[in-house]
């Protein structure tokens, strides 16, 4: 049965190819969208750059037909833009909002094509309610949406033989056949320890753990030669860490996931989830002063992190990109000067950040000003990346050139960004897309190490 979608603004917005994914159904795009659209098109910004493919978009439509009386769309459906002859006020709407005249769309389908459910679909909350107060079916355009919940942690626990743990630290890989056993949650996920998890990925982390209830364990990572067949997987174990990265060693084992993914070089894409302080974002800078400055694997790291909202226009600001980005990427300039051991004193003397900046080890990337870049060899650090959507991540890792590793981090349950959520960002949409690729690799951190009182905090507040 084919069904009538009324496309509330926020939807093309998120996502301006929205209409083509919907097989044959009905897209209904009240003309009150366009008219909210047309005051972004000129934002040079993410939500700019939507409402001006948006409306290059419908603009191509309006050519094959009458868009009020509807067009054909390629997958069988159509595409109409209507307007409302309903009286607001009787309906105790005001016309003075396009949100009520989107809602009076979708009362007109409703009562004049009886038999073809009436959907609204909204990123927007509070217009999901009012729409079913006036019995109208709303639902979240979610097409992207990742399951908080259901996210892939990419890391799993083994009951084991003793003899498979010892193998381990003896011969430096195990061939085994993971068909015979069945992954679970970490102990230290918030899912709940012990459940099972449906299969196994490339790059998975694993605890080996004694099945007879003994005390040894072991770190490891699982490699797939064929992702679809876990028959024929390997286990190596982590990176060795023979001296500290930058002055840091991982302090749980999460810490140590987070170090091997982003100290290998065939993982070209890291993605570390977690909570605040739980190290995210120093262990990637640590790294990747390592593969700049002592292995000279790349030649430059390159850290950003979003400006809310992203790509919003620096250029009132005075002084040059790099001041002006300074109060955004000040947490990146704390770590730095951490790692280097930078005091106080060494702040008054000019000693900082800045000496890196200056020798071109590091280089501060507005995200503004990515698109169209190539970046090739590099290490590209995108700090919370969780206020980006699908389509901005897209963008940032399609200019990826050859040899550069990028590495994502962010915490899906701080989000500043109005236009996505913690299971529709770019952060979340990344580890579900990526989880089957065998040069990419996600770890989830839980423990924080900031201090007692930033864990605490974390935990319960």
């Avoid at 795009?29 to 750059?49: A, N, Q, S, W």
């Avoid at 226009?313 to 990146?332: F, Q």
């Amino acid at each position: 049965m084919q069904k009538n979608f009324v496309f509330d603004t926020n939807v093309l917005l998120h996502d301006p190819r929205a209409i083509f994914k919907f097989e044959d159904n009905n897209i209904i795009i009240p003309i009150y969208v366009i008219e909210e659209i047309d005051t972004f098109k000129k934002e040079m910004t993410e939500l700019g750059r939507n409402a001006r493919e948006a409306s290059r978009m419908l603009d191509r439509y309006r050519m094959q037909g009458k868009l009020g009386e509807g067009v054909e769309l390629e997958n069988g459906g159509t595409l109409r833009v209507p307007s409302t002859t309903r009286s607001l006020d009787k309906e105790f709407l005001h016309s003075d909002k396009k949100d009520n005249l989107i809602l009076a769309v979708a009362l007109d389908l409703q009562g004049d094509e009886p038999d073809k459910p009436c959907i609204l679909l909204t990123k927007d909350v509070n217009l999901r309610i009012r729409a079913n107060a006036l019995g109208i079916r709303s639902e979240n355009y979610e097409e992207q949406d990742v399951s908080i919940s259901e996210l892939y942690p990419g890391a799993c626990e083994l009951d084991v033989p003793v003899d498979m743990i010892n193998g381990l630290h003896e011969d430096g890989e195990l061939e085994v056949d993971l068909t015979q056993y069945q992954p679970k949650v970490s102990e230290s996920a918030e899912r709940g320890a012990g459940e099972v998890m449906p299969r196994f990925y490339p790059n998975e982390y694993v605890l080996l753990k004694n099945e007879a209830g003994g005390n040894q364990n072991s770190l490891g990572r699982i490699t797939l030669p064929n992702p679809d067949d876990p028959s024929n997987a390997r286990i190596q174990p982590l990176f060795n860490l023979k001296s500290a990265v930058w002055g840091l060693r991982p302090r749980n084992k999460e810490q140590y996931f987070a170090l091997d993914a982003l100290l290998d070089d065939d993982i070209k894409l890291v993605t570390l989830i977690g909570k605040a302080g739980t190290g995210k974002t120093i262990l990637a800078i640590a790294a990747g002063l390592r593969k700049v400055t002592d292995e000279q694997k790349y030649g430059k790291l390159v850290v950003s992190r979003p400006i809310f909202p992203m790509g919003r226009d620096i250029g009132y600001l005075p002084g040059t990109v790099e001041e002006k980005l300074n109060p955004w990427m000040r947490p990146i300039f704390d770590n730095v000067e951490h790692l280097m051991g930078v005091s106080t004193a060494d702040k008054r003397a000019g000693r900082g950040a800045q000496e890196l900046i200056d020798m071109g080890i590091i280089e501060i990337e507005p995200l503004t000003y990515i698109r169209g870049r190539s970046l090739p060899n590099l290490f590209l650090i995108v700090d919370e990346a969780q206020n980006l959507t699908p389509h901005e991540v897209k963008t940032i890792l399609t200019r990826v050139g050859e040899g550069t590793k990028i590495v994502l981090t962010g915490d899906p349950y701080q989000i500043d960004n109005p236009y996505v959520d913690s299971e529709s960002n770019g952060l979340t949409y990344v580890v579900t897309k990526f989880k089957n690729e065998p040069i990419s690799a996600t770890v989830s951190m839980f423990k924080g190490e900031r201090s007692e009182l930033a864990e605490l905090a974390a935990n319960i507040l």
